[in-house]
């Protein structure tokens, strides 16, 4: 039983061994045993607060987010992209997380005639919720899992079982979310204290159209299920986003500003607690742990100065002109000999993401405005100001400096969003081929009235030469536009790459470029034949070397193989 109890240690922490200061104090739980702590209803919602943290809900636009897609680069590129990984630098499967969760479940009854059900029953919930969180992580990186609803012994077997196959662990994690929203509170509250049910609707709109997805584009690959299902998960992905919808709880955040309304939304709000749109978020105060980073939060690049990261003139070709029609062909478009003009005529949404000549880049605590031109006026000179590609990223930012201090910026963090369940919802019915103009009038369109670009109309989509997909429908290829359109820069963009199975149209043997450089005084990085700034050029002459056999699913480590011999490696990494 070595080889079991070296298992153990490698998949299993213990708890609470090491607190946060910005979590509650309590003995770590190899301290205290579970009939000393698990006596009243405060108990179970200490536990659960453990799961209230970045790695559970990273914070949409923060730093780090879609730089390992073809929408934003940095100097450095994406090791999984540029196909680099090798086996002896595998990421070990940690199950810590899970055996936490299990903890809950193996002793929260304990509770049972102290208190009635309805006292704790939102503690249960979450902790559905979070199992479910914690396992679509490990699905989204290794695929077929071991499911655990309990924490195994030292000695049990368990720990040396096969893994689950994928949609397996999808039709559970689904299942803990229908329990999660059933004990869930329904209230919307502040949004930033405690989870409710409409947020594990949204994960699970969320996680069935992953897996309906997955199980679409990846049939008869080798990262596939036997007997695929995927129309089972779109309408699962529907009925979960049809009760956020129908609920009336939330709607798209708008006070009228077409021109603003999208940028003000993840850029000027203090606070999101009466906010129509934002599910749930996280508060960061300046005068709040400013040594500890508790409650701030980084400015980094994103905030103020590119500091050698931006976003894609791939992303840039995506926005539509402001007759709803793309830029190919379309004199509308003014061209690409600067961004200013290359802004013109476009989706509101394209300037109100990046930083655009004429706004305000800096505004100080006198109101001093200093605009985006003086930022391209110096782009590349200097580190804070290197921008690969040339597009900076604006949204997320406020140029209002008294919101600023060295190093942090107080501007909430948005976690959840109602925009995602209504791209969830359009996406779903695409794939289902049902999706009717009123399915899209009560999605799509409520996104695009917000920035005053004109309803997408099913029975006179314009054909795009360079769509991403031209072996698909038009509405699907729309709908992916519009969810890279509006969740840019929130980190979606990843995840659907892989659940298309979009590799080799979006990554396999291509760079990401930039604006004209002939618009920069100073150029630091390569440049294409026809001008656009190709900064992946020397370093990736072939293009990215994704393995399409290989690299849609992390590599199992080696000694992990070695201590289970039930487990078999992920396709490709043999």
């Known amino acids: 039983m070595k080889s079991i109890k070296i298992i153990t240690g490698v998949l299993v922490v213990l708890v609470l061994s090491a607190c946060r200061k910005d979590f509650l104090d309590r003995k770590p ?16 919602e200490t536990y659960v607060n453990q799961f209230y943290n970045n790695s559970i809900f990273p914070i949409a636009n923060e730093y780090g987010l879609d730089f390992n897609s073809d929408n934003a680069v940095a100097t450095n590129f994406d090791a999984r992209l540029a196909g680099t990984r090798t086996l002896d630098n595998a990421n070990a499967i940690s199950f810590g997380a899970v055996r936490n969760v299990n903890y809950f479940f193996d002793n929260y009854k304990r509770i049972e005639g102290l208190a009635a059900f309805d006292d704790y029953k939102q503690y249960v919930g979450e902790a559905h919720f979070f199992r479910a969180l914690i396992y679509f992580d490990l699905l989204k990186g290794w695929g077929d899992i071991q499911w655990f609803t309990s924490v195994p012994g030292t000695e049990s077997p368990e720990l040396l079982q096969q893994r689950d196959p994928r949609n397996i662990i999808a039709d559970n994690i689904i299942k803990d979310l229908d329990t999660a929203a059933m ?68 709607s798209i955040y708008s006070t009228g500003s077409p021109n603003t309304d ?22 960061f105060d300046n005068n709040l742990g400013k040594a500890e980073g508790a409650f701030v939060r980084e400015v980094n690049y994103r905030q103020r100065d590119p500091y050698e990261h931006s976003q894609t003139k791939e992303l840039a070709d995506s926005y539509l002109c402001t007759d709803g029609n793309p830029i190919s062909g379309n004199p509308l478009f003014k061209g690409y000999a600067n961004i200013g003009l290359e802004m013109q005529n476009r989706d509101s949404r394209f300037f109100q993401t990046f930083g655009m000549p004429g706004i305000p880049w800096r505004i100080t605590v006198e109101n001093i405005i200093t605009k985006y031109d003086e930022l391209y006026t110096i782009l590349n000179q200097g580190v804070p100001y290197y921008s690969p590609c040339g597009y900076v990223l604006r949204k997320g930012y406020d140029a209002r400096e008294q919101y600023q201090v060295p190093i942090f910026e107080g501007t909430p963090g948005i976690i959840y969003r109602y925009g995602e369940a209504l791209l969830n919802f359009a996406e779903a019915k695409a794939e289902l081929g049902a999706i009717t103009q009123d399915d899209i009038d009560k999605s799509i369109k409520l996104l695009r009235d917000r920035v005053g670009m004109p309803n997408l109309i099913l029975s006179a989509i314009a054909t795009d030469p360079e769509w991403d997909f031209p072996t698909l429908s038009p509405i699907i290829n729309e709908v992916r536009r519009e969810r890279r359109i509006e969740l840019a820069a929130e980190g979606f963009r990843f995840d659907d790459i892989m659940r298309w199975a979009a590799a080799d149209e979006l990554i396999v043997g291509k760079r990401p470029h930039g604006f004209k450089a002939a618009q920069l005084a100073v150029n630091p990085y390569p440049v294409d034949a026809d001008g656009f700034l190709d900064p992946y050029q020397q370093k990736l002459p072939a293009g990215y070397g994704f393995k399409i056999g290989r690299d849609y699913l992390n590599a199992i480590p080696k000694d992990q193989l070695l201590l289970n011999p039930s487990l078999v490696q992920n396709p490709g990494w043999n």
């Open 29 to 44: 739980l190899d301290q205290v045993g579970a009939s000393d702590y698990f006596k009243a209803p405060k108990d179970l």
């Open 262 to 283: 999208y940028y003000d939304l993840f850029s000027k709000q203090r606070s999101y607690s009466g906010n129509t749109e934002i599910m749930f978020w996280k508060n």
């Open 183 to 250: 004990y869930l509170q329904a209230a919307k509250t502040d949004g930033a204290a405690r989870i409710n049910k409409w947020m594990a609707l949204l994960i699970q709109s969320r996680v069935a159209l992953y897996e309906g997805t997955w199980e679409k584009y990846h049939a008869g690959d080798p990262f596939g299920v036997a007997s695929p299902q995927p129309e089972k998960y779109f309408n699962k992905a529907v009925e979960a986003a049809t009760k956020i919808m129908e609920s009336g709880v939330y």
